[in-house]
């Protein structure tokens, strides 16, 4: 198995529309076509009141896991967000967005495939991995829909073995977009025999490397 690496910890990746592919990598920072990046698009503005749309939402200061996550607020019987992403992933139909406000949120995460995580933005919403034995987000076998992680600051991924901020693996439509990765002990991600979309995150101030490709 050969080895690909970008980036050092001490060093800033910026990747726009590069696409890392497992049988073979596609990696020009030459060749890499410009895409149109915007927000999530589950954000809009109605008069003064702000909306989100989304399927499933997750709020770590107002919400609860015993929640159904149909709503933002809280609004009693059992209505309301979840309070862990990953109780939000689980519940979210392929295809469909996962909204996750702004907070700080302790967690090591399993994607199930076809769900769009989206988070308020990387300035405001955090997954800390808490330098725990494991990735702070594991993507696996993510083929059949397009598995998506946004908005989010990813950090605090732990120093063992091969674990990263964003493990990807046995996956081949998945899209990384408008995150920071960073503080992760070892390295921001790892690809492993997969396919992934990396595009516009900012990978700076990880142990060892921004990205490291298995191919």
Same mark, same amino acid.
């Given at each position: 198995?050969?080895?690909?690496?970008?980036?050092?910890? =001490?060093? =800033?990746?910026?990747?726009?529309?590069?696409?890392?592919?497992?049988?073979?990598?596609?990696? !020009?920072?030459?060749?890499?076509?410009?895409?149109?990046?915007? !927000?999530?698009?589950?954000?809009?503005?109605?008069?003064?009141?702000?909306?989100?749309?989304a399927?499933?939402?997750?709020? *770590? =200061?107002?919400?609860?896991? #015993?929640?159904?996550?149909?709503?933002?607020?809280?609004?009693?019987?059992?209505?309301?967000?979840?309070?862990?992403? $990953?109780?939000?992933?689980?519940?979210?139909?392929? @295809?469909?967005?996962?909204?996750? #406000?702004?907070?700080?949120?302790? +967690?090591?995460i399993?994607?199930? +495939?076809?769900?769009?995580?989206?988070?308020?933005?990387?300035?405001?919403?955090?997954?800390?991995?808490? @330098?725990?034995?494991?990735?702070?987000?594991?993507?696996?076998d993510?083929?059949?829909?397009?598995?998506?992680?946004?908005?989010?600051?990813?950090?605090?991924?732990?120093?063992?073995?091969?674990n990263?901020?964003?493990?990807? $693996?046995?996956?081949?439509?998945?899209?990384?977009?408008?995150?920071?990765?960073?503080? @992760?002990?070892?390295?921001?991600?790892?690809?492993? =025999?997969?396919? *992934?979309?990396?595009?516009?995150n900012?990978?700076?101030?990880n142990?060892?490397?921004?990205?490291?490709?298995?191919?």
């Amino acid at each position: 198995m050969k080895s690909m690496t970008f980036g050092t910890g =001490s060093e =800033s990746v910026k990747l726009t529309a590069c696409t890392l592919i497992g049988a073979f990598l596609l990696f !020009s920072t030459a060749g890499c076509q410009q895409e149109a990046v915007t !927000s999530p698009d589950v954000i809009s503005n109605e008069g003064d009141q702000e909306v989100v749309y989304a399927t499933v939402y997750v709020d *770590a =200061s107002t919400g609860s896991d #015993a929640y159904d996550g149909s709503s933002l607020t809280c609004r009693g019987n059992g209505v309301g967000p979840k309070k862990t992403i $990953q109780a939000g992933i689980n519940i979210t139909p392929k @295809n469909r967005i996962c909204y996750v #406000a702004p907070g700080i949120y302790c +967690e090591q995460i399993i994607m199930a +495939e076809g769900v769009r995580l989206a988070g308020a933005g990387a300035e405001v919403t955090f997954i800390d991995g808490g @330098n725990k034995r494991g990735n702070v987000i594991k993507i696996l076998d993510c083929n059949a829909a397009q598995t998506v992680v946004q908005g989010f600051t990813i950090r605090n991924g732990s120093c063992y073995g091969d674990n990263a901020g964003i493990r990807i $693996q046995r996956s081949s439509n998945v899209v990384i977009r408008n995150n920071a990765i960073t503080a @992760n002990r070892a390295d921001g991600i790892r690809v492993y =025999s997969a396919c *992934a979309k990396i595009v516009n995150n900012t990978i700076a101030g990880n142990g060892r490397n921004g990205i490291m490709a298995h191919i």
